[in-house]
């Protein structure tokens, strides 16, 4: 309980208490922490005393980004929220509440972290059974996909957060009744999202030094919501012999509160049955995945009206974080801070629990029907397409808040 009101639909309980970067129009970027409808200002708090050591905690949280703070590494980034915690739970509002609070709606959300690298993994069997259906029917899952977390190495410099929109990318592709493999130069007519949560490295690795599964979670920090855009007439044309390209590097978007691990312990769940057993580096042991409901709206430019396009679990996954970062790095690949690591589309074994418009309309052949009538075999120049992440039950949920883009149309 706390003496601030929390409303119990709220994504930012105090189980939660995730870090973000914002600022409240004075382009002054600050370090915060998400409680209900507020945010806890982590330089007042600093200054208040909160935590100790005022000039250190000021400056890091001064930076524009959390990177110097995550690398601090757990014990203090958890003794932080403990500390914020025990000022929720005081007894009586404490005299420097309105000093240390923002109307969260007053607050612009900013990237809050600077993204060294980001790979995307390809975890959910059945995102990779349905696009494997699509592009090559007689041979959906590769042999290779049972055997390791399949992943390519994606493009940080164009990885956006929450808010900013998303320009509908040009490039090379196959029309319908053109010249076999003949490509013309155009915008994508087949732009998707991909629903996908990442998480973020906390502590980076030296070059030539793998991280075991079983010491892989030392150097998540936590999770963020993930829309991996994708053009996916540029993405088939390209995609042979070298993986994904530009239909995919033009943008990603994540959600502003990165989640803390931690915070998700309550919500840990076994994963799917692995056959064939995993090799040695990549056996786990005990609750590795976890289970955080997830829904995509799709919102177009005539209507206010979101319409659902998608429910899934990120309990469906195949392969488990701890086994992507093992993979990852057991060749001596390092990681560093920041790092993301995408999950992959993360589609659930019903067609109303796929994860990208690929799969809700089987490649475009069944489009969806809209509140406004409209219809959608992918997405449209006007779209506000909004993902929603959250775990647990009204009162205590550890939500992510939502990761949203509008689609602009192509330039000129
Ligand atoms: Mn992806």
Same mark, same amino acid.
């Given at each position: 309980m706390s003496w601030l009101h929390i409303s119990p639909d709220s994504d930012f309980s105090l189980q939660n208490l995730p870090? !973000? %970067?914002?600022?409240?129009g004075d382009a002054q970027p600050r370090a915060g922490m998400a409680i209900g409808g507020h945010i806890v200002d982590l330089v007042a708090a600093a200054e208040a005393g909160l935590f100790g050591k005022r000039r250190f905690f000021?400056? %890091?949280?001064? *930076?524009?980004?959390l990177n110097d703070f995550i690398a601090l590494g757990k014990p203090v980034t958890n003794r932080i929220r403990r500390k914020v915690r025990e000022w929720l739970e005081q007894p009586t509002t404490p005299e420097n509440a309105l000093q240390l609070l923002v109307d969260r709606q007053t607050a612009i959300m900013l990237m809050p972290i600077r993204v060294p690298n980001y790979t995307d993994f390809y975890s959910s069997i059945e995102h990779a059974t349905n696009v494997g259906k699509m592009f090559r029917p007689d041979n959906p899952l590769l042999p290779n996909w049972r055997w390791m977390p399949i992943g390519y190495h994606g493009r940080a410099s164009s990885i956006v957060v929450s808010g900013t929109p998303i320009r509908r990318p040009k490039g090379q592709i196959l029309v319908p009744g053109g010249q076999p493999d003949t490509p013309i130069f155009g915008p994508s007519r087949q732009l998707d999202f991909e629903l996908e949560l990442a998480f973020v490295i906390g502590k980076e690795s030296t070059l030539g030094e793998p991280i075991t599964a079983e010491n892989a979670e030392e150097h998540i920090f936590g999770l963020v919501?993930?829309?991996?855009?994708?053009?996916?007439?540029? *993405?088939?044309?390209?995609? /042979? &012999?070298? !993986?994904?390209?530009? !239909?995919?590097?033009?943008?990603?978007? %994540?959600?502003?509160?990165?989640?803390? #691990?931690?915070?998700?312990? &309550?919500?840990? /769940?076994? !994963?799917?049955? *692995? $056959?064939? &057993?995993? #090799?040695?580096?990549?056996? $786990?042991?005990?609750?590795?995945?976890?289970?955080i409901s997830l829904s995509v709206t799709l919102t177009s430019s005539n209507d206010s009206v979101p319409t659902l396009v998608s429910r899934s679990n990120t309990k469906y996954l195949y392969w488990n974080m701890a086994q992507q970062l093992a993979h990852h790095t057991v060749n001596g690949c390092n990681v560093q801070v920041g790092d993301l690591l995408a999950s992959g589309t993360i589609s659930g074994p019903t067609p109303d629990s796929y994860g990208s418009?690929?799969?809700?309309?089987?490649?475009?052949?069944?489009? %969806?029907?809209?509140?406004?009538?409209?219809t959608r075999p992918f997405l449209q120049d006007g779209d506000v397409l909004t993902m929603h992440a959250w775990a647990g039950e009204e009162g205590e949920k550890v939500g992510f808040g939502s990761v949203e883009g509008e689609v602009l149309g192509a330039i000129e």
């Amino acid at each position: 309980m706390s003496w601030l009101h929390i409303s119990p639909d709220s994504d930012f309980s105090l189980q939660n208490l995730p870090f !973000g %970067i914002f600022h409240t129009g004075d382009a002054q970027p600050r370090a915060g922490m998400a409680i209900g409808g507020h945010i806890v200002d982590l330089v007042a708090a600093a200054e208040a005393g909160l935590f100790g050591k005022r000039r250190f905690f000021k400056k %890091i949280f001064t *930076q524009a980004t959390l990177n110097d703070f995550i690398a601090l590494g757990k014990p203090v980034t958890n003794r932080i929220r403990r500390k914020v915690r025990e000022w929720l739970e005081q007894p009586t509002t404490p005299e420097n509440a309105l000093q240390l609070l923002v109307d969260r709606q007053t607050a612009i959300m900013l990237m809050p972290i600077r993204v060294p690298n980001y790979t995307d993994f390809y975890s959910s069997i059945e995102h990779a059974t349905n696009v494997g259906k699509m592009f090559r029917p007689d041979n959906p899952l590769l042999p290779n996909w049972r055997w390791m977390p399949i992943g390519y190495h994606g493009r940080a410099s164009s990885i956006v957060v929450s808010g900013t929109p998303i320009r509908r990318p040009k490039g090379q592709i196959l029309v319908p009744g053109g010249q076999p493999d003949t490509p013309i130069f155009g915008p994508s007519r087949q732009l998707d999202f991909e629903l996908e949560l990442a998480f973020v490295i906390g502590k980076e690795s030296t070059l030539g030094e793998p991280i075991t599964a079983e010491n892989a979670e030392e150097h998540i920090f936590g999770l963020v919501l993930f829309n991996d855009w994708s053009a996916r007439d540029i *993405q088939r044309w390209e995609y /042979v &012999p070298l !993986g994904p390209f530009l !239909g995919k590097n033009f943008g990603s978007s %994540i959600s502003p509160w990165i989640v803390p #691990l931690e915070a998700l312990k &309550p919500y840990r /769940v076994k !994963g799917p049955k *692995q $056959t064939p &057993p995993p #090799l040695d580096y990549l056996k $786990t042991r005990g609750l590795k995945n976890l289970d955080i409901s997830l829904s995509v709206t799709l919102t177009s430019s005539n209507d206010s009206v979101p319409t659902l396009v998608s429910r899934s679990n990120t309990k469906y996954l195949y392969w488990n974080m701890a086994q992507q970062l093992a993979h990852h790095t057991v060749n001596g690949c390092n990681v560093q801070v920041g790092d993301l690591l995408a999950s992959g589309t993360i589609s659930g074994p019903t067609p109303d629990s796929y994860g990208s418009m690929l799969e809700l309309t089987w490649g475009g052949r069944n489009p %969806i029907t809209l509140n406004d009538g409209t219809t959608r075999p992918f997405l449209q120049d006007g779209d506000v397409l909004t993902m929603h992440a959250w775990a647990g039950e009204e009162g205590e949920k550890v939500g992510f808040g939502s990761v949203e883009g509008e689609v602009l149309g192509a330039i000129e």
